[in-house]
């Protein structure tokens, strides 16, 4: 609220910071309601969180924060799982699109999710690649996966990172072991 009081100001009417505080307070205002929502669930409800709705939100304010174009794509209208995990998968995604944009220079990502034998695949896909017709871009690398926050986020979650089978679009491919919750 003070940044959109601050972006009133006669002095800073008109002026190019007014949008970049007017976007810095559209990003805290997502990532608040997201936080309330995760909050706000007891951790005694029988219900679980809806992955696929935490990261469109996730991807709206990565999106925002990093100015790229970060989409989810999904068949599911709904992937029910328990609060921790959806935090932990949250942060692992939110972690390797940082990294595809500061090590690889990505700037147009879509995560893919979907279940597969009890297990939530992740891809993150850079869409950019397909229109270079699959090398990666000038400036930007492959990398094999070496951020331990990565692993330990892997670890919480039972998961593990490959490569084998993805197109070269593909920076990082996760599967999850999976138990669905019902009534998300």
């Known amino acids: 609220m003070r940044l959109l009081t601050a972006a009133r100001r006669p002095d800073i009417k008109d002026h190019p910071l007014q949008t ?3 976007k ?5 205002t997502l990532e608040q309601a997201r936080l309330r929502g995760l909050l706000e669930t007891s951790e005694n409800e029988d219900h679980g969180i809806n992955l696929v709705t935490t990261l469109g939100v996730a991807l709206r304010a990565i999106s925002m924060q990093w100015e ?23 942060h692992l995604v939110r972690e390797a699109v940082a990294n595809a944009v500061r090590h690889a220079n990505s700037t147009q990502l879509t995560v893919k999710l ?9 891809a993150i896909i850079d869409r950019a690649d397909k229109s270079a017709g699959g090398r990666v871009k000038k400036g930007g690398k492959s990398m094999p996966l070496k951020s331990a926050s990565l692993l330990q986020r892997l670890r919480l979650v039972n998961g593990f990172a ?3 089978g993805l197109d070269k679009s593909a920076i990082l491919a996760v599967t999850i072991p999976m138990q669905r919750i019902d009534n998300a």
Do not use: G
């Open 20 to 22: 970049e505080v007017r």
């Open 162 to 164: 490959y490569a084998d």
């Open 68 to 90: 790229i174009d970060a989409r989810l794509e999904v068949k599911e209208p709904a992937i029910p799982i328990d609060k921790e995990s959806a935090i932990n998968i949250e």
């Open 114 to 122: 979907s279940l597969h034998q009890n297990a939530l695949q992740i």
């Open 24 to 28: 810095i307070a559209d990003i805290l």
